[in-house]
């Protein structure tokens, strides 16, 4: 099946705490932070010199529940042009190199979400406090200043530790409303406009951005459901002050030939040639002389075909990684092809190890100096901790969907529903993935006797299956 996306909003209750515990307890997830290592976040180090920036208005934008802040923005005008203020969290202001609580962020590497808890790479008094940007709080950053001329293009790069205070906590629902409604202010309104300025830049440059609808995990009344979001054009213009600023951190590695980036290969031709028989199957024009990151603009996630398609493109994404270099010496390959340039993971250091390394190699290049050795000596080891752990969440992701899915349908076997399939395995085309339209379920669905599935259609089906012990749902055309 292919990997969903998971935006968790609210805690469900007691149905689903037997699944979700022995889930964690399977995929050994790391329980309460021991003793030694808490203790070290509620008694950090000496802040290191920071530049004082507290008069720069920063807002943050994130679920309307977040408290690990990592990001806070603020954008102005420059002249014909535009300048970004991104301040990220200093985590390396709180962790001492080698102490018990690096060590335990190594062995966590990513926060993991569950529907009942968070597992976080810090300690909650770290992660949602003392190192959280949140609003009317000074807190030490890494506060990148980021000039672009009219079009959006980068002109110059600085980043820099410094002292900076959030003014406003924003969520993205909260975000559109202001900026369609005309009520934003210049830093916010500004966001539309940067946005949209990156977000032709993309297109020229053949980056991809998907726009699939999410699968989300809501708390009503007492208990949990299951939901579609479509992103907002807000997520779109945020993420593309992150995809900026993680573009200028890797320019910066590269120039100054030490870095961790994020790296994805070209898609094989094979891979391309799958897609466009898929689009053929799905009724969906794809002439040759249109790319592929053109067609997949040109979609619309509301038509059930679109959808269907945008999900099969999602297997492009597959393999990423992290790829260390140091010493000036540059790997074979330097671009993450969806984002069609070089890219670095640095704007997420509370909720992502890699990104306190990215960092800290950033101010050292910009201060003329050699990386810190205790950041040198980790580097090699990253990237299998990283992808170790990337695997880790990506199974928690799918798993508590599954699970939350089965608890959902357990006493509905035997119904049926309205859905389209979105996939169909190429080797077993009576084997593929159905999204229901109420409830918003995804899951397996077999054809009867063998038949094959009909790609982007819409069908009645049947549930089969729906254990929450086995966390899977199944279906078969009604």
Not at 248 to 261: E, P, Q, R, S
Not at 300 to 316: N, R, W, Y
Not at 390 to 418: N, P, Q
Request: aromatic letters at 4%; a negative charge; hydrophobic letters at 40%.
């Amino acid at each position: 099946m292919p990997r969903r996306h998971i935006s968790v909003t609210g805690a469900p209750e007691a149905p689903l705490r037997a699944a979700l515990t022995a889930l964690r307890t399977d995929l050994g997830v790391p329980d309460a932070y021991p003793p030694n290592a808490a203790a070290e976040a509620g008694h950090p180090p000496p802040l290191p010199p920071h530049d004082d920036a507290t008069d720069i208005p920063f807002f943050t934008i994130d679920p309307p529940t977040s408290t690990d802040l990592d990001q806070a923005m603020h954008l102005s005008r420059r002249g014909t042009g535009y300048r970004v203020h991104y301040a990220i969290a200093d985590v390396a202001a709180f962790v001492v190199p080698g102490s018990a609580l690096d060590a335990e962020t190594h062995r966590r590497v990513m926060t993991l979400y569950f529907p009942d808890e968070k597992v976080p790479l810090h300690p909650p008094v770290l992660s949602e406090g003392t190192a959280s940007l949140l609003p009317d709080q000074t807190r030490p950053a890494a506060l990148w200043t980021i000039d672009l001329d009219a079009e959006g293009r980068t002109v110059a790069v600085d980043v820099r530790r410094a002292l900076v205070r959030s003014r406003a906590k924003l969520d993205y629902e909260g975000v559109q409303k202001e900026i369609d409604g005309g009520t934003a202010e210049e830093p916010l309104a500004l966001l539309e406009v940067v946005g949209r300025l990156r977000e032709e830049l993309e297109v020229a440059r053949g980056g991809i951005s998907l726009n699939v609808p999410e699968q989300e995990i809501v708390e009503h009344d007492g208990g949990y459901q299951l939901s579609y979001r479509a992103p907002l054009p807000a997520d779109g213009w945020n993420a593309q002050i992150s995809l900026l600023t993680g573009m200028a951190a890797a320019d910066l590695m590269l120039t100054h030939g030490t870095g961790v980036l994020r790296t994805l290969p070209a898609a094989p031709d094979g891979a391309v040639g799958r897609l466009r028989r898929t689009a053929h199957a799905l009724h969906i024009d794809w002439p040759h002389h249109v790319s592929y990151a053109a067609l997949v603009r040109s979609l619309d996630p509301q038509v059930p075909h679109h959808a269907a398609f945008l999900q099969e493109c999602t297997t492009l994404l597959r393999g990423a990684g992290y790829t260390v270099f140091r010493d000036g010496v540059l790997p074979p390959i330097t671009t993450h092809a969806a984002v069609a340039a070089p890219y670095a993971h640095c704007t997420a250091p509370l909720r992502r190890l890699a990104d306190r390394y990215a960092s800290e190699i950033c101010l050292a290049a910009v201060a003329g100096q050699a990386p810190p050795d205790w950041v040198l000596r980790a580097l090699d080891s990253l990237p299998q901790e990283m992808t170790e752990g990337g695997r880790r969440a990506a199974t928690v992701e799918r798993e508590c969907v599954d699970i939350v899915e089965a608890a959902l349908l357990k006493d509905r076997v035997g119904e049926v529903f309205d859905g389209c399939v979105v996939e169909v395995e190429e080797r077993r085309p009576s084997v593929g993935v159905v999204v229901l339209e109420s409830p918003a379920v995804i899951g397996r669905i077999d054809g009867i006797d063998g038949e094959d599935l009909p790609l982007g259609e819409r069908l009645r089906v049947r549930l089969l299956q729906a254990d929450p012990g086995a966390s899977k749902v199944r279906f078969a055309p009604a």
